[in-house]
């Protein structure tokens, strides 16, 4: 999947989280209420701009680290979230934790990542891959048949349906929550026009193009609602756009480190075997015996 679509998801997940707040973090486990929502930038000591996806202080006065993570997370993932946490508790003088809202299932993926000899970050998990979402469509579907008011829980999951890999019948599932839009005395009307942006982000990356405009037409979008949808989508430019910039800056590091572990080898080369200096380095044979 590209990394366009990633953003959009991420862009999504920001959204449902904002609009339903504690009833989301009941979904994920977390059964602590937001006292307030904290700023998602960080600035490093050297100036470098980190960008968290969600970040909040819980009514206890823990911060929590929210993260929206469709790929593993690898090492290196885990080692991004372990610099959110330090630089959150020195920023606020509060113990932070985190959880992982991972759009695959519970098989994938590193759970803990060990720092130096003293230190181990374990986060929580939340994978939407694990959810049937088959079952909660249904029974979200015998609501809407029956008429009965969708409730919060019931909203947040139709959003998130979407955005689970292993779902391949994304169209069909935008055609249905489509269909009960058109029933809005089912729906919250004071958080209508952001479900109804949400889904429509969903149907501009998950749709194919000759049914986008029939299924936002089935919408029946407001200018308001439109609006939503309209920055939701501004928003996800400018994420991918910073996740492209951060790429360029890791690949800048993971090079700068491959030339110091060459200079390192380039030293070893008179008391230690090609192979002994590959375990040192991680270098290849062949990097090893062309210095």
Do not use: W
């Not at 469709?70 to 080692?79: A, I, S, V």
């Not at 993926?109 to 374990?122: N, P």
């Amino acid at each position: 999947m590209k990394r366009e679509i990633h953003t959009i998801f991420d862009i999504i997940l920001k959204m449902i989280i904002v609009t339903y707040s504690n009833e989301f973090l009941k979904l994920i486990g977390e059964k602590r209420s937001i006292k307030r929502l904290l700023k998602t930038n960080i600035t490093t000591n050297n100036g470098r701009q980190l960008h968290l996806d969600f970040l909040c202080e819980l009514e206890d006065g823990t911060i929590l680290n929210v993260e929206f993570q469709f790929r593993g997370p690898y090492g290196y993932d885990l080692d991004r979230f372990f610099d959110y946490n330090i630089l959150s508790q020195a920023e606020y003088d509060k113990i932070c934790e985190t959880i992982i809202i991972s759009f695959k299932t519970s098989k994938s993926g590193q759970k803990t990542r060990k720092m130096g000899f003293s230190k181990t970050i374990h986060p929580k998990f939340f994978y939407l891959g694990d959810l049937d979402f088959v079952k909660i469509l249904n029974t979200i579907e015998n609501k809407v048949e029956n008429n009965l008011k969708l409730t919060n829980m019931d909203k947040i999951l139709l959003l998130l349906m979407c955005l689970v890999p292993k779902c391949k019948n994304k169209q069909e599932i935008l055609e249905k929550i489509c269909e009960m839009i058109k029933k809005p005395k089912l729906f919250d009307l004071l958080k209508i026009g952001t479900f109804k942006a949400i889904i429509g982000l969903e149907i501009k990356n998950l749709v194919s193009k000759d049914k986008q405009d029939k299924l936002l037409g089935e919408l029946n979008m407001t200018p308001s609602e439109e609006k939503i949808l309209s920055q939701a989508i501004s928003k996800a430019a400018e994420k991918s756009i910073q996740l492209q910039e951060e790429e360029i800056f890791k690949e800048g590091i993971e090079e700068g480190k491959k030339e110091g572990k060459k200079e390192i080898a380039k030293k070893l080369k008179d008391i230690l075997t090609p192979e002994e200096i590959h375990k040192i380095t991680g270098l290849t044979m062949t990097t090893i015996m062309k210095l």
